[in-house]
């Protein structure tokens, strides 16, 4: 089924830059699509990025575009969120999952806090 | 993105059946799959490809979609089964993808 491990998160100001990672194991990673997906304390999943499993197609939501960059290491197997111009509304715990269309596997997540 | 419209709530007493809607203009064109989010835990797909089970899904869990509207059931709703329940597709064009905003099960 495989592992993902998310790291990276922490406090940090608004406007600032945090950089998350997802370290992924038990899988062949090269062959998967992938996935950020946050939630903010109390509130629903919000879709977050997606990028294509050769890294060629990249997707964003709406309210990350132009600030959020999605990239990945398919020799490292690691999945990353260059996250800049944080925002109040950034705060959350941010999962990473696997999968083009079902998310069939997700990490534990990572809390950002923008304060 | 298109949008995905939940009720917030459910309510239903354990052994009766559960059933939580998920309307968008894109569900007929794009598969729906359906997220169990228990409190403090990652969220785990009960139901992919709008009606298929995932092995280790208890068989009470079924879907279901037609035209806008997909369906999630849990027929015989048990105590454990209660938490937070998220549709999700793709947008029409393939690419951007959406969450439902969720809809809370009470079984009581």
């Known amino acids: 089924q495989g592992q993902l491990v998310e790291s990276g998160g922490g406090v940090v100001q608004p406007g600032r830059s945090l950089r998350l990672s997802c370290a992924a194991s038990g899988f062949s990673f090269r062959n998967y699509g992938m996935n950020w997906v946050r939630q903010a304390p109390g509130k629903g999943l919000e879709w977050v990025s997606f990028?294509?499993?050769?890294?060629?197609?990249?997707y964003y939501g709406d309210s990350v575009k132009g600030r959020f960059t999605i990239s990945r290491d398919n020799v490292r197997d690691t999945l990353f969120l260059q996250m800049d111009s944080l925002r109040f509304e950034d705060t959350g715990v941010y999962y990473c999952?696997?999968?083009?269309?079902?998310?069939?596997?997700w990490g534990q997540g990572t809390l950002v806090i923008v304060s | 993105s298109s949008e995905l419209t939940q009720p917030p709530s459910v309510s239903v007493s354990p052994g009766q059946a559960a059933r939580i809607t998920c309307s968008g203009d894109a569900l007929p064109v794009r598969y729906v799959h359906w997220y169990q989010q228990k409190s403090g835990q990652a969220p785990v797909v009960v139901i992919y490809?709008?009606?298929k089970r995932p092995s280790g899904i208890p068989e009470r869990f079924s879907g279901s979609s037609s035209g806008t509207m997909a369906t999630l059931t849990i027929t015989g709703a048990q105590v454990e089964d209660e938490g937070d329940y998220y549709c999700y597709s793709a947008d029409s064009s393939g690419g951007p993808k959406v969450f439902g905003e969720g809809t809370k099960l009470t079984v009581l």
């Open positions: 999952a696997r999968g083009t269309e079902v998310l069939d596997s």
């Open positions: 490809e709008d009606n």
């Open positions: 990028i294509y499993y050769d890294g060629r197609s990249k």
